[in-house]
């Protein structure tokens, strides 16, 4: 399995950015997951999708602001981000786990490169 994250970049709080994860190989029984990592801080969960179901779940944090989804003919999975605030700025990361689901980081055994977001004030 690869993956690879991308568009981020800088945005005004309150507005949008929509963040791409393209993945090859295995798609079967596997979730997407989107996590996140602030300077200094753990990278935390953010958001997983059921990759054959579609079945979402999210953090509070971000819970009513952004959306997880996915197109499996393209194999892509997306995350709409919208509202954004000055503490949602980080690096943020697809991952792919198979099995159940979860939020924990390490249970996702594949990783995309990671792509910033900066929300400024």
């Known amino acids: 399995v690869q993956l690879q994250a991308y568009g981020g970049g800088l945005v005004q709080a309150g507005g949008s950015l929509r963040l791409s994860c393209a993945r090859s190989g295995r798609t079967s029984n596997s979730y997407v997951g989107w996590f996140r990592q602030a300077p200094g801080k753990e990278r935390e969960f953010v958001a997983r999708i059921s990759w054959s179901g579609g079945t979402t779940y999210y953090s509070d944090s971000v819970k009513g602001r952004f959306l997880i989804s996915r197109d499996n003919t393209k194999n892509m999975g997306y995350l709409q981000m919208n509202s954004l605030k000055p503490e949602d700025t980080a690096v943020y990361y697809c991952?792919?786990?198979?099995?159940?689901?979860?939020?924990?980081?390490?249970?996702?055994?594949?990783w995309g490169q990671g792509t910033l977001v900066t929300v400024s004030s």
């Open positions: 991952a792919v786990k198979f099995g159940g689901p979860s939020i924990d980081a390490r249970a996702y055994i594949y």
